[in-house]
């Protein structure tokens, strides 16, 4: 039996040694205490360019950049590996020919059976391609956040330098209905009419416009803030409408949490005054607004931390409601589903909750049914909770 035995662990261990040896897609590497190359892998031939002749004896100093080695890289890693038992890094390595690669390590300690290290195993793992598609997409995202501010920028200066003109316009048409009204055909003052309320609608578009591009251009603080605080006020602002219309407002007791308040305001205000304006006709709106504590798993595609909790603030309403299939292009900077003669707007105003939203670090989705009502959610990490 303890001969068999004997066979089998020789098998075994001349098994493993092969498997070791053939493993291309990893260099795998023995190094003895003092980080010297005893044992080396085909993989670690095609991915450093050294054989294995040309390889054992040396340090694995061989392998990094000048500045690592300045910097006592190797002998941090090595202790690291011999305090913990294993070290990982992932930087710039240096094959025989000069190039580099990005390489993911991992150095582990190997121990005699008393305890003590004996040696140290690195495993390491080409991901030039991986760290070149990141840089790539990174630069990308900078450019874009940079056409993004462009962007902000313009639309502020842009907004800003129209209000000017636009008073003078609105002025100068509120004189002659004043004064030359009685003067006018019945044509003439269609025609008033007409200047004035485009004059109102692009006063309102100006007025969206410099609302968007605040959410991104301005400095802002977080402040700890009770929500049921804005909704009543955002209420109060919104009162003549919710009278004129017998809306219902119900809502649940809302958190306190750390917020840019004005944002939060322009949120409210935007959601609520959808709710009131999409309605369905001779039925009263009614608006149930609803908040909890939801897991990740709770929010419809998310890819992210699936250990992080969120406050969930949905806004529900009774109204005309929305084809599903328009449940992202809704959030789209002037995506409207209706015409202007129908409802009234920008098609700015949902485009701002989500860049309010995601100032937040949160996630805003929306949900519809042609004819039988629309809801917002509004996901926000329970980070931003003042009581947590």
């Known amino acids: 039996m303890a001969q068999k035995a004997a066979t089998l662990n020789y098998v075994q261990d001349i098994y493993l040694e092969r498997m070791i040896a053939e493993i ?53 890693l090595i202790h690291e590996a011999e305090v913990n038992g294993r070290a990982a890094y992932e930087g710039w390595r240096v094959r025989k020919d000069g190039s580099l690669f990005w390489g993911s390590i991992i150095l582990t300690a190997l121990h005699s059976d008393d305890g003590r290290v004996i040696g140290f195993t690195k495993v390491t793992r080409d991901l030039t391609e991986r ?12 450019d874009l956040e940079r056409m993004n501010q462009e962007l902000s920028s313009f639309a502020y200066a842009a907004s800003h330098d129209l209000q ?40 309102t578009l100006i007025d969206d416009l410099l609302t968007y591009s605040r959410t991104s251009t301005q400095e802002v603080s977080f402040t700890p803030t009770d929500l049921n605080k804005i909704l009543a006020d955002v209420m109060k602002d919104l009162e003549e409408t919710i009278q004129e219309k017998h809306a219902v407002i119900e809502s649940d007791k809302l958190p306190v949490l750390n917020i840019v308040v004005f944002q939060f305001e322009q949120l409210f205000t935007n959601l609520l005054s959808n709710a009131l304006k999409f309605t369905r006709k001779d039925i009263p709106p009614h608006i149930t607004i609803r908040a909890e504590i939801v897991g990740a798993d709770a929010i419809p595609g998310y890819v992210g931390d699936f250990t992080q909790t969120f406050h969930h603030i949905s806004f529900a309403d009774n109204g005309i ?45 929306a949900e519809g049914k042609e004819g039988a009502g629309a809801t917002f959610h509004i996901y926000l990490p329970t980070e931003h909770s003042e009581v947590k």
Request: hydrophobic share 35%; proline share 2%.
């Open 24 to 76: 291309q897609d990893y260099a795998i590497i023995l190094l003895d205490t003092n980080g010297i190359i005893i044992n080396w892998n085909k993989g670690a031939e095609a991915l450093k360019g050294y054989t294995a002749q040309e390889a054992i004896g040396k340090s694995l100093h061989i392998f990094y950049l000048e500045s690592d080695r300045r910097e006592k890289l190797p002998e941090r």
């Open 131 to 142: 760290k070149e598609a990141e840089t790539k997409l990174a630069e990308k995202n900078a």
């Open 164 to 203: 000017a003109p636009l008073r003078k316009i609105r002025s100068f048409i509120a004189r002659i209905q004043e004064t030359e009204k009685n003067n006018l055909s019945g044509k003439g003052n269609e025609y008033i009419e007409r200047i004035i309320s485009t004059a109102s609608h692009m006063q």
């Open 321 to 365: 409601g929305f084809d599903e299939e328009y449940k992202l292009k809704i959030f789209e900077a002037f995506q409207r589903l209706h015409s202007p003669r129908e409802y009234s707007g920008s098609g700015i105003g949902l485009a701002i909750c989500k860049r309010i939203v995601e100032n937040h670090k949160g996630i805003i989705q």
